[in-house]
């Protein structure tokens, strides 16, 4: 079965310093992994998305992500942290093991919290 | 601007009674959507992929006949919860697949409670 966890409820960074929002995630197959973005009371904004090539994949909003297959990780990464980055962030698998599905499995979600 | 839009984007209904929640795809023909469920401070929990022209594939434990939901369109699929309880208070979420791919739209999702 399909799954992602992310093991960090909340995340606090400092404007301007690096963040990492931390994914592990277990599937049988390929890997098809996806982070999203949530703002209070509103959907989710597809950042970026793993499917197949470079480890590092570069998404909106500067937000990259570094697939570590022998870590099975996809932790989401920015540089330089904004106060307006802080929100709730989802790391999601693909729930049938195919890279062409919406069906997402997705993790319990981190809280990131940029302050000034 | 959104590509995938919900209505209402907040709803109150009265126990016992019928909602629907409607997600439309904008610019672009969904043949397959998605329904999610989200508590307050949790993960998004799918309920059903909804199928145009065909029945909804529903998660295990969710109830068919409680979330009925009918894709009547290539830009529109419904859900609508039956005899609504307190407990179903929720943010529902939908999604789209757009095109041959992997880029999934989700729409601004829609309150419940149920009173």
């Known amino acids: 079965a399909q799954s992602v966890a992310q093991p960090e409820d909340q995340v606090n960074v400092a404007e301007g310093n690096p963040l990492t929002v931390k994914c592990t995630y277990s599937?049988?197959?390929?890997?098809?992994l996806f982070w999203y973005v949530q703002y209070p009371n509103r959907g989710l904004q597809f950042l970026l998305k793993?499917?197949?090539?470079?480890?590092l994949v570069k998404g909106s909003y500067g937000f990259e992500a570094e697939f570590n297959k022998s870590q099975t990780s996809f932790h989401l990464k920015k540089p330089s942290a904004l106060v307006s980055d802080s929100a709730l962030y989802f790391c999601a698998v693909s729930g049938d093991g195919s890279g062409n599905t919406g069906k997402l499995i997705f993790g319990q979600g981190t809280t990131l919290q940029v302050k000034p | 601007g959104a590509v995938v839009s919900q209505h209402p984007s907040w709803v109150i209904c009265k126990s016992g009674t019928s909602v629907k929640i409607e997600c439309r795809s904008l610019d672009f023909q969904a043949t397959t959507m998605f329904w999610y469920r989200q508590f307050p401070k949790q993960s998004l929990m799918l309920m059903a992929t909804?199928?145009?022209?065909?029945?909804?594939?529903?998660e295990q434990g969710v109830e068919k006949d409680k979330f009925l939901i009918n894709h009547a369109s290539l830009t529109l699929s419904t859900l609508t919860v039956t005899s609504a309880h307190p407990e179903d208070s929720s943010f529902y979420i939908c999604?789209?697949?757009?095109?041959?791919?992997?880029?999934?739209?989700f729409g601004e999702g829609s309150w419940l409670t149920v009173v």
């Open positions: 909804s199928n145009e022209g065909s029945k909804a594939t529903y």
């Open positions: 999604s789209a697949r757009r095109g041959v791919g992997n880029t999934i739209y």
């Open positions: 793993y499917i197949t090539g470079d480890n």
């Open positions: 599937v049988s197959g390929n890997p098809y």
